[in-house]
């Protein structure tokens, strides 16, 4: 035992001087390993940390959220109500615990007073089974029991940790205090861990059932947090759910719509959602790109290897085993592996600070990323791979030659010419494959963002500021008084050219208000296949607020509030989906809600105008939108839209003012210019745009050194073969020619395997990218093309070097 190890030290300070004799060729070497394990281990971190690194909850895979879907729209989010829920939670056997909470955190707020300036917070009402469901302990105090959960109990709050830390400064006798929020008494009763966010967002928690409001049957905004039963899969419960919905749709058809269907899905999932794939798709890329980089290496130790052939076979004819020159090998490949882990820790370290600097800001627990044991262990786990592949792979071409051939050196050039052209070509065929599997990544992505800057948002972005105002234990008849007299205020400043206000300002969040709709004349089969609707209330002067242009008919103004002259304005897409022309919209009617409700006692709604189609929900994507005046509905307004003719961010402090003149007690929060709303909106198409061109750049520039790497190890074992055609009378440019096809030939046909799988790599990006709806043709063809092209030029360059060499050296080689 001592002796092997001693053996193994010995090979390892041989490979040691040897990295010393011919520095150029191993530093580049560990240069290039470092970027590829440093790639992969940064982005394996972020994968860890984010998706794989558990939830701080209690058997987080026994936990599912549920909603309904609608099978004539597979994206759509069926919200449930509080009594529906209940009748889940007394009907279900599938779970062992049932809780309800909103679909977003957004349209929840409560401000917070009598602690300095007011501060707007984002709370989630939620019902008393929602910590215990989710298995989630406090850091103080406790959660909510039942006793706190219905009308008339008094109010609670649990508070989110940060916003413990810095508004009450890590206080822990805060717990049983009163805090004012929205002017009424809530008893803090609890302080969540530093690592609990769940919903994302909210800042504090309160108990559903306080509010009567929320209680009824036509008041639809919830969704279901369960626990499974020990044994009970997925499907068991989706079936179990659905079987409940059937019995809940018999038991009050008036509150159910056809085709509605039960989703459920893992907890995992729906808190990372697309941010998953992403993230896979970002490692699977580093992946990828490790691949090229050990190619390459490999390549590089393989015409080494060549070089060294003679020493090996004398080394061998003197006695040496086999056994003794492959721990030789593995010896030096694991020298550069370790020196590669090493400097790929360090390159793993920056690059996860700049993932998490250029990120967006939506992707959870992104910011406790680090390096950890778990990456650690990845790389080590990685080097010892890439040991193992540089030691065998020229270990493998030599131990299977001939010792009295390679003593011999026109056999031994012969000889290794064969043996290593099999290993040769398959590299380049490999690293073309992969390459362009990158280059096409990227290309996609560079094009998707090129597609989402020339998207049409429906705004003017240039000076215009919106903010939030919220308006709680108001009534509608205060609340709308109150935005007519700001609007008014606003409207008589000079540097104000329109100011509006709207339910949801643009890019707000995902989920909105969708609202079935049904035309006066429409069959209900014809209006259950209206697309769903983007419902919004506005003020007048909103849309010449953020210049959405009026295509036909006009807009509201402070006189439509007559309760029996119900109007509305629509988007063109919607108008041309459900009337088939822009100007024949004006003056038909609409009925909000479900297609199939009875026309006696409806309300219609007629069409005033037609405006342009605009972005709300998410950058790219365009719905039908329905615009309501805030006079003839009782839905609160909650965003203020104002244009100015100076920098509108200098005028926040005039609004703060306005806003204090009527009342004090309200806080203006989230102020925000369109730009920089449609900024924040391209953050993360901008962030994988920045990362995959990175990855498509460094994947060519990999390409370009391992093909003249490559190439020029051909070119060196044919040295003698090209000086004996020249002095035949081959011309230069034939040689070049007859040499560049030979190698160019293994590049197209992995070019062409990789065009192959990029065709299944698209289907995976259509879910990803805006506008994608299959293969992008153009990223395949520009990826093919550029790949060709930097392989043509590594190609031709040692050619033409070898070919200027004079003639006589050649033939003496």
């Not at 030979?742 to 799988?757: A, C, K, R």
């Amino acid at each position: 035992m001592r002796d092997t190890i001693s053996d193994f030290m010995r090979e390892f300070t041989q490979a040691a001087r040897l990295m010393v004799r011919h520095p150029r060729l191993f530093l580049i070497t560990i240069l290039v390993l470092s970027l590829g394990i440093g790639m992969s281990t940064a982005l394996f971190s972020v994968m860890y940390g984010v998706l794989l690194r558990p939830l701080p909850v209690h058997q987080q895979d026994r936990l599912v959220i549920a909603w309904k879907g609608d099978r004539s729209d597979l994206t759509h989010v069926g919200e449930l109500s509080y009594p529906e829920f209940q009748d889940w939670q007394r009907q279900s056997s599938a779970f062992e615990m049932l809780a309800a909470m909103p679909t977003t955190v957004y349209g929840y707020g409560l401000t917070l007073t009598g602690r300095g300036e007011p501060v707007e917070l984002e709370r989630t009402p939620v019902t008393a089974a929602f910590f215990s469901a989710l298995g989630a302990q406090p850091a103080l105090g406790r959660t909510f029991q039942e006793l706190d959960d219905h009308p008339g109990a008094e109010p609670t709050v649990v508070l989110q940790y940060s916003l413990w830390k810095n508004q009450f400064h890590a206080d822990p006798s805060v717990i049983g205090k009163t805090v004012s929020l929205s002017g009424d008494g809530y008893t803090v009763i609890g302080v969540m861990p530093p690592d609990f966010d769940f919903p994302a967002g909210a800042q504090l928690w309160t108990p559903l059932g306080l509010n009567v409001q929320w209680t009824n049957r036509d008041a639809t905004f919830l969704q279901v947090v369960g626990r499974l039963k020990p044994g009970v899969s997925l499907r068991q419960s989706t079936t179990d759910i659905n079987r409940v919905m059937a019995n809940v749709s018999g038991q009050n058809p008036q509150y159910s719509e056809p085709g509605e269907f039960a989703v459920v899905t893992p907890l995992p999932d729906y808190v990372f959602g697309s941010n998953k794939s992403a993230i896979l798709l970002l490692w699977g890329a580093s992946l990828l790109l490790l691949v090229i980089a050990c190619i390459n290496i490999t390549s590089l130790l393989l015409a080494r290897a060549i070089v060294r052939e003679k020493e090996i076979a004398v080394r061998l004819a003197l006695g040496a085993t086999r056994g003794r020159l492959l721990r030789q090998f593995v010896a030096e490949g694991s020298v550069l592996s370790f020196a590669g882990a090493l400097g790929g820790c360090a390159v793993a370290r920056i690059l996860i600070a700049l993932v998490q600097a250029l990120a967006p800001p939506g992707i959870p627990r992104l910011s406790s990323v680090h390096l950890n044991v778990f990456a650690l262990v990845f790389a080590c786990f990685v080097s010892i791979v890439v040991a193992a592949t540089f030691g065998l792979a020229p270990a493998l071409l030599m131990m299977r030659q001939d010792v009295r051939d390679s003593l011999n050196e026109c056999t031994s050039r012969a000889a290794g010419s064969r043996r290593s052209a099999f290993f040769r070509r398959s590299l380049l065929v490999s690293e073309a494959m992969v390459t362009m599997l990158l280059l096409v990544s990227a290309g996609m992505v560079v094009h998707n963002y090129y597609n989402l800057q020339r998207v049409q948002l429906g705004f003017v972005i240039e000076n215009t500021l919106t903010a939030q105002i919220r308006l709680t234990n108001v009534d509608a008849a205060q609340r709308k008084a109150f935005f007519a007299e700001l609007l008014h205020r606003l409207q008589s400043h000079s540097e104000v050219s329109a100011a509006g206000a709207i339910l949801l300002r643009p890019f707000e969040g995902n989920i909105g208000w969708d609202v079935p709709y049904r035309a006066r004349g429409q069959d209900i089969y014809a209006a259950k296949r209206n697309p769903i609707s983007n419902f919004e209330v506005i003020t007048p002067g909103y849309f010449q607020a953020v210049g959405t242009p009026l295509l036909a008919g006009r807009y509201f103004t402070f006189d439509d509030k007559d309760p029996n002259e119900k109007v509305l304005i629509v988007s063109e897409s919607l108008a041309r989906r459900v009337f088939g022309d822009v100007q024949r919209s004006i003056g038909r009617q609409v009925r909000l809600g479900r297609a199939d409700a009875g026309d006696e006692n409806s309300e219609w709604w007629t069409i005033i105008g037609v405006v342009a189609d605009a972005q709300y929900r998410k950058l790219g994507i365009t719905q039908g939108d329905i615009f309501v005046p805030f006079l003839q509905t009782d839905v609160p307004l909650r965003y203020v839209a104002v244009r100015t003719r100076v920098s509108p961010a200098s005028f926040a402090p005039v609004l703060g003012q306005d806003v204090a003149a009527i009342n004090k007690t309200l806080a203006v929060s989230k102020s925000r210019t369109m730009e920089q709303l449609i900024a924040d909106a391209k953050v993360g198409p901008r962030f994988a745009m920045l990362l995959f061109s990175m990855f498509g750049l460094f994947a060519g520039f990999l390409a370009s050194l391992g093909v003249y790497g490559l190439v020029s190890d051909s070119v060196a074992q044919r040295r003698r073969e090209i000086g004996i055609r020249m002095a035949l009378g081959a011309q230069r440019r034939s040689v070049v020619y007859l040499v560049t096809l030979g190698e160019m030939s293994s590049i197209i046909l992995g070019g062409f395997l990789g065009l192959v799988l990029s065709v299944g790599l698209a289907h995976a990006y259509t879910y990803l990218l805006y506008g994608l709806r299959g293969v992008d043709f153009l990223s395949v063809a520009v990826a093919f093309v550029v790949l060709c092209l930097v392989s043509l030029t590594t190609s031709v360059v040692p050619t033409l070097r070898a070919t200027q060499v004079p003639l006589a050296n050649l033939l003496a080689d």
